[in-house]
């Protein structure tokens, strides 16, 4: 069907909805009738022809087999569907025979709604069918429904007719159903200034993703086959890609059969794909309803073909529960086994930020990928995402793990760029991924990417955001670019602006990179006094709400269950400032014994005060010694945590202040060598990873500053240490490498590889501008400036 046939399908079916509903309900609640009426018409018209022969089937199985409950396979075969209806009605008869007493007409639309096989009344069920019928014979304008959508005007079947004046109306195929399914929604959404939540994929789209996704092996496909998608909404990339191994005399290019699975979230779409599926004589069981995220439906399953347009964007945090326990992941399909810097493998966490599950549904398809061992082509996807999947989250993160485990297992074959508002419902930049895990050799360890971003040709009118298509010369200008698997530099125009399609091909490899903490040394000076040491009365992570018991209360927090009383005052208080205090925490915030042992602490600050004296000094190493010496002396016990806390009250950072020393360590001659191989590096050059070898043989390691931290990402393909000594050595000379803190990251950066530099255009060139623009003003320029055309161009 073409845009300007389903555009006018659309107005027809809208016209029904303003001529019919428009006193009965407010506008954006007529897709609940408008909807499930186009699908109960589509399913009414394919079983008219037939209903004869149902309906005999239906008095043998009850006369002369005397069956108490009907057989469907024979009804299926009378139909020649996979469902059926056993009433003696259809929505032609229900018109042809109704008087104007509405609740006879609503007995016998109950009765032919009944009358449906069980896969069609569960679609009648997710519509909520039922309850409009009511509702609208209630209201008087049920007739008038019907009347409008029997019209012999418009065709809601996958056969093309003629209307009564010899028109011929289109059909109306899976995907256009599709189509029209979307623009409704959009209207009606419109009319509640909502958005319609489904991004549905632009028939080009498909069109290009299913010759990705067969092309290659279109020679070797299977003779059976098997098709998925985990967010299948009204089934367009299944049928699509089913339509692609039809060859136009309508001979299966397969040998055998192909299966077609999907599961969608949305009633609606998921009533439309499904009946979709049984029009078409697919399985409508493999297609289920509900959340891919939420339920594993097919765990058993592996595919051959997988294609999908995720949501994106999109919060999974109602499917957390199924997916994580606190930082557990609980289902397998979102942990990956992935080595660390030193080569240990371990169970990762592949699960992305919970305000974006888009990858979740890659990760569930890469899960359901066949083993090359059980088909020789393995498994073939092809995935539709938003930017943040290339390159969201940091090193370590789901995201990145999600994309390192994807290209480490040579999972990832291509991804290509496509142009903004391609979609309905969103104007961002999309990219198609393609995966597979039976590349060819010449692929193997590379991944191709393609920039399509500026191959367009714009519409002529807008459908939503979409203001733009893939003309058919530029699908077979990304396939041949695909196939051909070789570099394209991007061709530019008179004025130096791109054009045209950009290809690169990468190694594997190029994508990775380490991320390596820098640290620098703490250098801190200290110096007891009582207003440092009075920071001390608070715990650290309590300090706000604490202050503010003792700057109202004073002392008397000190009193035994005087606390108890203020937990709601200061709970309030809390919640207000927007404060988030866990259980323990607020227990103990109101406990006496807690208070009492941060007084503890200023007392034996006080004590070291007294010991010590109030000198400032500029070794904290020195200083800190002396502290143990005090408390040794004077018999104090203190837990390394209370000594710290003291410590730090009185110290701060300063940069003329000596190095903090951490730890004075030993090694034996192999134990150097051991650690230097781990490491990359000479036995000499352990300093510049914080081990420095000092007169006696021993090694001092310092402590590290956190304000002064940075981490810096290391291409995979580059030495830490060479990028250590040629980027930050140069600049920070005591800085060394964090030895425990290298992390492997993955990201894709499509404007870093497809970035071309446009030259500034030059001095004379924008000087005739100018002096252009202030002949147009007549001199304004040169007015406001107190100046004379002549200088002006003169101070150009």
């Not at 209903?51 to 009804?75: I, N, S, W, Y």
């Not at 765990?299 to 999109?314: C, E, I, T």
């Not at 380490?514 to 006094?529: C, G, L, M, N, Y």
């Not at 800190?624 to 806390?645: C, D, F, G, P, Y």
Request: net charge negative; hydrophobic share 40%.
């Amino acid at each position: 069907m073409n845009h300007y046939a389903h555009t006018k399908l659309v107005s027809f079916i809208w016209s029904i909805a303003d001529d019919c509903l428009r006193d009965v309900y407010v506008r954006g609640k007529y897709r609940d009738v408008i909807l499930p009426m186009v699908v109960l018409r589509r399913l009414d018209t394919l079983l008219e022809p037939t209903k004869a022969e149902v309906l005999e089937e239906v008095r043998f199985q009850k006369g002369e087999m005397k069956a108490t409950e009907l057989d469907d396979a024979p009804l299926k075969a009378a139909s020649g569907y996979v469902f059926f209806n056993t009433s003696k009605w259809t929505l032609k008869l229900l018109h042809a025979t109704a008087t104007n007493n509405q609740q006879i007409l609503l007995a016998n639309v109950e009765d032919y709604l009944n009358g449906f096989s069980d896969n069609v009344k569960e679609i009648i069920s997710r519509f909520k069918l039922l309850e409009q019928m009511r509702h609208m014979a209630n209201k008087q304008v049920l007739l008038d429904v019907l009347e409008k959508f029997i019209s012999p005007y418009i065709n809601l079947t996958p056969h093309q007719v003629e209307d009564p004046d010899g028109n011929t109306l289109p059909a109306l195929s899976n995907l256009g159903m599709g189509y029209v399914f979307e623009e409704l929604i959009r209207k009606f959404n419109e009319e509640n200034n909502e958005e319609a939540g489904e991004h549905f994929t632009p028939r080009e789209v498909i069109h290009l993703m299913t010759h990705l996704i067969f092309d290659p092996i279109k020679d070797r496909l299977p003779p059976v086959m098997t098709i998925y998608d985990p967010a299948c909404g009204s089934g367009g990339m299944l049928t699509e890609s089913q339509n692609y191994v039809i060859d136009p005399e309508g001979q299966i290019k397969a040998i055998g059969d192909v299966y077609l699975y999907g599961k969608e979230i949305n009633d609606e779409t998921y009533a439309i794909c499904k009946s979709d599926m049984m029009i078409k004589g697919n399985n409508p069981e493999n297609i289920k309803v509900g959340s891919t995220l939420s339920t594993d439906e097919f765990a058993a399953h592996r595919f051959d073909f997988m294609l999908s347009n995720p949501p994106y964007g999109k919060s999974w945090n109602s499917e957390l529960k199924y997916i994580k326990d606190g930082k557990d992941i609980i289902d397998p399909r979102f942990k990956v086994p992935l080595a660390d810097y030193w080569g240990n493998v371990e169970v990762q966490d592949a699960t992305p930020r919970s305000s974006d599950g888009q990858l979740l549904f890659l990760m569930e398809m890469v899960g359901k990928m066949k083993s090359t061992k059980d088909s020789a082509i393995g498994s073939r996807i092809a995935s539709v995402h938003n930017g943040s999947s290339l390159f969201t989250g940091d090193a370590g993160s789901g995201e990145s793990n999600i994309r390192r485990y994807i290209i480490e297992n040579d999972l990832l074959d291509t991804i290509i760029q496509l142009p903004n508002n391609l979609f309905y419902n969103t104007g961002i930049t999309t990219y198609i991924w393609l995966l597979t895990n039976a590349k060819p050799a010449d692929r193997r360890g590379r991944v191709q990417l393609i920039d399509a971003n500026l191959m367009f040709r714009k519409l002529r009118k807008n459908l939503g955001d979409k203001n733009c298509e893939f003309a058919p010369e530029h699908i077979d200008e990304i396939i041949t670019a695909y196939l051909n698997f070789q570099p394209i530099e991007r061709q530019v125009d008179a004025n130096n602006d791109p054009f045209g399609i950009a290809v690169q091909i990468f190694d594997n490899i190029d994508f990775g990179y380490h991320k390596v903490t820098i640290e620098r040394p703490d250098r801190r000076r200290a110096q007891f006094s009582v207003e440092r040491l009075e920071v001390l009365r608070f715990d650290k992570s309590l300090r706000e709400p604490m202050e503010q018991l003792w700057a109202e209360h004073g002392v008397k927090v000190y009193e035994p269950g005087f606390l108890k009383g203020q937990a709601k005052a200061i709970q309030a208080w809390c919640e207000e400032r927007e404060i988030i205090l866990n259980t323990k925490q607020r227990a103990k915030l109101v406990d006496t014994a807690s208070w009492g042992a941060q007084r503890d602490l200023i007392d034996v600050g006080l004590q070291l005060m007294q010991a010590m004296g109030t000198e400032e000094s500029a070794d904290f190493n020195a200083f800190s010694e002396q502290v143990v010496k005090v408390l040794k002396t004077r018999k104090i016990k203190l837990s390394a945590t209370q000594k710290n806390a003291i410590l730090n009250a009185v110290s701060w950072y300063a940069e003329d202040a000596a190095k903090v020393i951490d730890k004075s360590l030993r090694f034996t001659a192999a134990e150097l060598a051991s650690v230097a191989t781990r490491l990359g590096c000479d036995v000499a050059d352990l300093g510049d990873f914080g081990l420095y070898k000092q007169p006696d043989g021993s090694y001092l390691s310092y402590a590290s500053s956190s304000d002064l931290r940075d981490n810096e990402s290391v291409p995979l393909k580059d030495s830490i240490h060479r990028y250590f000594l040629a980027e930050v050595k140069p600049h920070i000379d005591e800085a060394w490498i964090n030895r425990d803190g290298f992390k492997i990251g993955y990201e894709i950066s499509f404007n870093k590889y497809f970035y071309r530099h446009k030259p500034l255009r030059s001095l004379a060139e924008v000087t005739q501008d100018i002096l252009a623009l202030e002949q147009m003003a007549d001199g304004l320029i040169a007015d406001i400036l107190g100046l004379k055309t002549a200088d002006l161009a003169g101070a150009v």
